[in-house]
T-cell receptor, first 116, second 117 residues
Framework: AQSVAQPEDQVNVAEGNPLTVKCTYSVSGNPYLFWYVQYPNRGLQFLLKYITGDNLVKGSYGFEAEFNKSQTSFHLKKPSALVSDSALYFCAVRDPRNSGNTPLVFGKGTRLSVIA | NAGVTQTPKFQVLKTGQSMTLQCAQDMNHNSMYWYRQDPGMGLRLIYYSASEGTTDKGEVPNGYNVSRLNKREFSLRLESAAPSQTSVYFC????????????????FGPGTRLTVT
């Protein structure tokens, strides 16, 4: 069965510092991996995805994520955090070998707080 | 384009009452989904519809029913609401389900905040 874990409920970072939000996954084969962001009282917004190819994926708002197969990780990063990046971040995964073509499985979310 | 719209935005029900949450998308997407979001639990899939005319159970379908009315609309019904169904409900859509080496991102509505007393 596919699953995804976000080991940190909360991440605090100072504005201007680099940020990392961690995600690890568990699937049988090569995964499809996604990051979404949720601002207060809003729905989730797509940030980026990894399907195949280059392990470093660039997405919206200056975010990027690195797929690491040996560590089964897909950490979200940004070189310089902004206060406006403060939000709830979700990692999601799907095993493409799942013959049922089921939707994504989401992690529990990590709340990012960027302090001015 | 409005994207994914949901009505109502807020609702308070008494235990045992019924209601239907409405969702519509204008992106001509084939697949639609209903999730609930609870603190510390992330998003959990209730039901999904791979295409018009089909629906399937997700992780937490008990107490809910769905109708894919047409390609645009996917409704979620609570027949007899319970306090455990107090949650924020999100509808989402995507071009299709993942298949054949392609996985499309999902687009989410703004959510419905439901309280059952």
């Amino acid at each position: 069965a596919q699953s995804v874990a976000q080991p940190e409920d909360q991440v605090n970072v100072a504005e201007g510092n680099p940020l990392t939000v961690k995600c690890t996954y568990s699937v049988s084969g090569n995964p499809y991996l996604f990051w979404y962001v949720q601002y207060p009282n809003r729905g989730l917004q797509f940030l980026l995805k990894y399907i195949t190819g280059d392990n470093l994926v660039k997405g919206s708002y200056g975010f990027e994520a690195e797929f690491n197969k040996s560590q089964t990780s897909f950490h979200l990063k940004k070189p310089s955090a902004l206060v406006s990046d403060s939000a709830l971040y979700f990692c999601a995964v799907r095993d493409p070998r799942n013959s049922g073509n089921t939707p994504l499985v989401f992690g529990k979310g990590t709340r990012l707080s960027v302090i001015a | 384009n409005a994207g994914v719209t949901q009505t109502p935005k807020f609702q308070v029900l008494k235990t045992g009452q019924s209601m239907t949450l409405q969702c519509a998308q204008d992106m001509n997407h084939n697949s639609m989904y209903w999730y609930r979001q609870d603190p510390g639990m992330g998003l959990r899939l209730i039901y999904y519809s791979a295409s018009e005319g089909t629906t399937d159970k997700g992780e937490v379908p008990n107490g809910y029913n769905v109708s894919r009315l047409n390609k645009r609309e996917f409704s979620l019904r609570l027949e007899s609401a319970a306090p455990s169904q107090t949650s924020v409900y999100f509808c989402a859509s995507s071009e299709a389900l993942p298949a054949g080496g392609v996985s499309y991102e999902q687009y989410f509505g703004p959510g419905t905040r439901l309280t059952v007393t």
